[in-house]
Each structure stands twice: as structure tokens, then as C-alpha cells.
């Protein structure tokens, strides 16, 4: 058994980073800055979009989204069962009623048959989320906003270089929502960006992000002279930093290398794990770019022998770090006393959260970490 604890999400940090912040600190401006303006610009290049706007996290991209949206109270906004609560809150947050729709068993996205029946006439967006880094259905998501007239606000906090068709994910909907929370692909610790191809709309966010202040108000303390600024509107503070900027920097110029360690461990877990009595993730599909986020395995008691709950003790007991991506929204019970739902009214999200498991997939990983977590699956599968 290994010694040390494996980490699960450990983000791989390297002297470019630490060289960054340090430059960062001793400039004297740790706040929203240029490095936060040349991480939106380099962002927005990396993604083909117009307008970047960097945040600190994907909760608070999704809450402004859903609110330049312009949401109504009474406003209906779709989502997926099998996601992380954010997704949900924010559309709480932004005075909207969440509505669910149950995903597609093999790629755990949601089933755009299901959007469509969901759909009322107070339906006013629909909130997909490339589940573990898999491009939803988009071709049919945005051929039935089109159809319906709802906006799309993609949820891309597993799908930094995630690509559908040729095109990257975050760039259908009007808004397309990452995270750079220290567990995905890309971390700044806390941090988060929205994309858009709309110029208004980019300023409101932007806005809304500080305070409701006009324009380039954190311009203020800078060496161009002060600047009075106004407020227009009730904003909030969900401005990034130059210190979560200066390590977004230098991760972002490693994404695609990291994608490709990344692509490597995936094939290993493939490969060594094809003979155990587990449902591990299904091929990608054609034309399209996986990416890469969350390495998911179901545990099924009647094939394994186990529950998934018994191998998360076991693989924690060996020093390999788990997680479950997720039990569905339905199992909290917040949302069931507000909304009456239950588990078995989406039993795919419901199947896929009581069986899943999350193995260690970070760039950091070593080939000796993934034997390790490879012989603490065979070793946890026994009776
Ligand atoms: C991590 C995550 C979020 C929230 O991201 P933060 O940056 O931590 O706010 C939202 N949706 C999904 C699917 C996530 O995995």
C-alpha cells in the first residue's frame, strides 16, 4: 500500500506560478488589474469567443448569466440532476424557478428529449453542463432554443478544452460559465469566467461583478488620476483578482499539455480496469473533444460485490483520495422541502449518483500514482 495520501483534484502548480504571484505581490496590486485583463484576453483567445470576463467562481458566473439573461420571478430555467448544487442555486439566487431534466444513461448529459418535455411557456433558459468534461447533445439543445426562444447558459466548469463538432464548449449558448476552483482542470484556487458573444451583456456582468459600479471603476486607485465612479445598479463583489490571475496565467499555457497527460491516464484507467466488474466511462463520441475533468466508474453491489459507499471507505483506507460526482440534486433535502422532488422522479441521475466514483485524474499524477490507484480498485473489488 502506498504511504503517502493521494490527493483527489490535487492541481499541479509549478515555478511559473510562484514566480507570478511573487511578481504580483511586490508590484503593490493584488486586485482586479491588467493580469486579470490579460488572463480574460488570453482566455477568450484560447476559447475562439469575443468577450471574456474573469469572476472568482463559476457560481458567480452562472448567478450574473442567469440575471443578464433577465430573468423574471416566475421564470422556469432547466437544468441536469446529475451536477454540482451550484448550478442549481444559482438560478435560486437569480429569483428563478429550477426545473429538471433527467440526463442520457450513456453519456450522463442531459437528454435533450427530456428538455423538450420540460419545457412550459415560463421556460425562459436552459442550463446544460458537459458532465466530467463530455459535450452535451448541442446541435439539438440549441435547435430547440431556437425553436422555443430560451436562452442557453452553459455550465463548463468540467469543460475547459472541451469541443463539440469542432467548436469549443462555452461558445453555443449566450453564456458560457467555467470554474478555476482548485479541483478542475484549470485552478486559480477560487476563480471563475464567463464567455459571450455579446458586448452588452458583458458589460453588465462586469458591472454586476463590482458593486454595480460604472465601467472600470477598479481603475480607481490607479496611477491615471482618480476616477469618480457611480453606481447604476445593486452589483455584488465577484471580481477576480491579479493574484488568482498571475497562477491562471501560466496554467492556461499548460492546458493543452496537461490535457494530453490527462488523455494518457484515462487510456491506463481504461486498459487496466476493462476486466473488473465495473461500468467504466462509455468512448467518446464522434467529433468531439472530451474534456477530461472526471474519471467516473459505477460500482453496481450486484456485479462488484461491493457497494460504492464500502469501495470509497476501502480506497480511502489505502490512501487513494475519491470523490462521488454526484449523488443527483433531488437526494438534498433543501430541494426536496422546497420543491417536493425526489430521487425516483429522474431515476437515471438517481442510478448514476447512488453508484458512481471519481477516480484521481490530475495532470500531477506520477505512472506509480495511477498503479497505485488501479491496485487499490482490484484490491477494493474483493470479497
Ligand atoms: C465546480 C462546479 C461549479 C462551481 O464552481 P465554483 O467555481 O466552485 O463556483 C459549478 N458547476 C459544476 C458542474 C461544478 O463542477
Known amino acids: 500500500m502506498r504511504k503517502d495520501f493521494l490527493v483527489f483534484g490535487s492541481p499541479q502548480i509549478e515555478q511559473a506560478e510562484i514566480d507570478e504571484v511573487t511578481e504580483c505581490l511586490r508590484s503593490g496590486w493584488w486586485g482586479a488589474g491588467p493580469r486579470v485583463a490579460r488572463f480574460e484576453k488570453a482566455f477568450a483567445k484560447y476559447r475562439r469567443a469575443d468577450y471574456a470576463v474573469a469572476l472568482n467562481s463559476c457560481t458567480a458566473a452562472l448567478h450574473l448569466s442567469l440575471l443578464a439573461a433577465g430573468l423574471e420571478p416566475g421564470d422556469e430555467v432547466i437544468t441536469t440532476p446529475m451536477t454540482f448544487c451550484a448550478s ?3 438560478i435560486i439566487h437569480a429569483g428563478a424557478k429550477p426545473v429538471l431534466a433527467d440526463v442520457d444513461p450513456v453519456s450522463m448529459n442531459i437528454d435533450p428529449r427530456a428538455v423538450e418535455a420540460a419545457v412550459t411557456p415560463r421556460t425562459k433558459a436552459v442550463l446544460p453542463v458537459h458532465f466530467a468534461g463530455r459535450p452535451c447533445d448541442m446541435d439539438r439543445i440549441m435547435a430547440l432554443a431556437d425553436q ?3 436562452t442557453v447558459i452553459e455550465d463548463c466548469a468540467h469543460a475547459i478544452e472541451t469541443e463539440y463538432h469542432g467548436q469549443p464548449a ?3 449558448g449566450r453564456f458560457g460559465c467555467f470554474s478555476f476552483y482548485v479541483t478542475k482542470n484549470l485552478a486559480t484556487g477560487e476563480g471563475g469566467l464567463v464567455l ?5 451583456a458583458a458589460g453588465r456582468i462586469k458591472r454586476l461583478a463590482l458593486h454595480g459600479m460604472s465601467a472600470d471603476a477598479w481603475k480607481r486607485f490607479g496611477d491615471e ?7 447604476v445598479e445593486p452589483g455584488y463583489k465577484y ?4 493574484l488568482q490571475a498571475s497562477i491562471g496565467l501560466h496554467q492556461l499555457e499548460r492546458v493543452e499539455a496537461n490535457w494530453k497527460r490527462r488523455l494518457q491516464i484515462w487510456n491506463r484507467y481504461l486498459e487496466e480496469l476493462a ?3 465495473l461500468c467504466l466511462p462509455a468512448p467518446f463520441e464522434p467529433d468531439t473533444r472530451h474534456g477530461l475533468h472526471l474519471f467516473t466508474i459505477l460500482v453496481d453491489e450486484k456485479n462488484a460485490g461491493v457497494t ?5 471507505t476501502r480506497m480511502t483506507k489505502s490512501n487513494i483520495g475519491v470523490g462521488v460526482h454526484y449523488m443527483s440534486v433531488p437526494e438534498h433535502p433543501y430541494y426536496q422541502d422546497r420543491y417536493g422532488w425526489t430521487p425516483d422522479a429522474w431515476p437515471v441521475a438517481r442510478d448514476i449518483g447512488r453508484a458512481t466514483l471519481s477516480l484521481p485524474l490530475s495532470a500531477k499524477l506520477t505512472d506509480q500514482d495511477v498503479t497505485d490507484v488501479v491496485e487499490a480498485v482490484r484490491a477494493g473489488l474483493k470479497r
Open 88 to 90: 442549481v442555486n444559482a
Open 148 to 150: 422555443r426562444g430560451f
Open 170 to 172: 462555452g461558445t453555443f
Open 196 to 200: 459571450t458573444r455579446d458586448a452588452g
Open 225 to 231: 488620476g482618480y476616477k469618480h465612479y457611480f453606481v
Open 239 to 242: 471580481t477576480m483578482m491579479d
Open 275 to 277: 476486466d473488473l466488474p
Open 308 to 312: 460504492r459507499d464500502e469501495l470509497l
